[in-house]
């Protein structure tokens, strides 16, 4: 691990302006961080501590939820608040990591954390456009089981790790941001990018800018959500495909339906195609198939990972059915 | 650096980059807690941090100053094994021993978890009120750590008996 100095920020005030210094980078709980600064992947000069800001839950006036970006996953998985009005977000969290990390790891980091590709983590081996960009892909022709189906590019094909950033991008979540030059607020189906020619550039984040919180917007539809992963363990493992969705059904017709996919792109995969698919269709199994079947069209399988396609849709189905008979 | 380690107050000048197992290892003698992978993958170097568990191998010891630091080492009281130590020997949760602080450790920090109504993957009803813990839950909450020898079932007899079958 290269040398860094230390800070830890009291106010978000003192953060921002710590963390515009050259080399800054902000330390949550160091799940990811501290693991890829021993490889030697991450080298920041300075580490800003911002564990000590806010990690309140506050329930809002008009019904929704602010969440402090210094939050342990824990706290927000076990939450009353969460666990009634945002049960997917509850259960995605609960289907990350462990209990350990979950205890360590806070929710601006769970948003900030980097691709597990094991080619990105192989400094020694592997070229990787995300760690050395410009260098090239050994994921493209690789062990991409894996791996993106959908938004990948010729530079990259990594996918975002998070299970919780799955269900904010279903609950139609906020991001707070604050810099030197003040606050703004970003959708998280906004917040991650897809890799282009630039796969380093994960985040819409301006260098120094800071996630001061997540905002659940107050929407009925969430209390009818739920979080599906589909992975090669029981438990503590990441993804191959997960569902985040949740759905309004009245006398059998779709009134109003979110959904989000987990493992399959650079980033949360907001499936809009397939909302809008369904909105005012009847609730039937071959209607949410068809729907699935709209967004995956332009799924483009790897060598090792086509099964993710079929894998996605039977989930997406399964998870919308399930939603469906739990409201009856 | 000051730190409560196992209820004994310590202060220690190490470099930043320490992690809270080296500092546990390698400056305060404490050798319980075990470098299994050190990349938070195996749980063999879990804490209890404030009552939490914790990785340790993945937390940087500056960020845990003035906190309460439990390890395997300070669970005995007066010179007698913890409750659950005894049934680790007793139900043969273990052979080569090497995860055994981590699971000791990370059991007692579920079992609060989970007594304060934290819910987990496998909890039919995460909005209910209470959680009860059986073995499908033990194994869900403890899949953070691994033992290589396989002595999983001696592992979830000795929590079971201690946290289950007492309810």
Known sequence: MNPFTYERAEQAEDAVRLGSAQGAKFLGGGTNLVDLMRETIERPESLVDVTGLSAEIEERADGGLRIGAAARNSAVAEHRAVRSRYPALSRALLAGASGQIRNMATVGG????????????????????????GQGCDAIDGFNRMHAILG????????????????????????????????????????????????????????????????????????????RKVRDRASYAFALVSVAAALDVEGGMVKDVRLALGGVAHKPWRAFRAEAALRGKE???????????????????????????????RTITAVLRELVEGAQ | MRFLVNGQPVEVDVDVRTSLLDLLRDHLELHGSKKGCNQGACGACTVLVDGERILSCLALAVQYQGKEITTIEGLEEDGHLHPLQEAFIRHDGFQCGYCTPGQICSAIGMVAEAKRGMPSHVTRNPGGEFVKLDRDEVRERMSGNLCRC?????????ISEVYLEAE
């Open chain 1, 110 to 133: 769970n948003i900030l954390q980097r691709t597990r590709c094991a080619y990105f983590y192989d400094d020694d081996g592997s070229r990787c456009n995300k760690r050395d960009p």
């Open chain 1, 152 to 227: 990948a590019s010729t530079s990259c094909v990594a996918t975002h790790p998070s299970d919780m950033c799955v269900a904010l991008a279903a609950l139609d979540a906020l991001i707070h941001l604050r810099s030197k030059r003040g606050e703004r607020v970003v959708p998280l189906t906004e917040f991650h990018r897809l890799p282009g020619e630039t796969p380093q550039v994960e985040t819409v984040l301006e260098p120094g800018e800071l996630i001061v919180a997540v905002e659940l917007p107050a929407n009925p539809i969430a209390q009818r959500s739920t979080y």
């Open chain 1, 283 to 313: 609730a039937t199994a071959e209607n949410f198939r068809a729907a699935a079947g709209a967004e995956l069209i332009e799924a483009k399988p790897l060598g090792y990972n086509a099964f993710k396609i079929e894998l996605a849709a």
């Open chain 2, 150 to 158: 396989g002595a999983y079932n001696g592992i979830v007899d000795a």
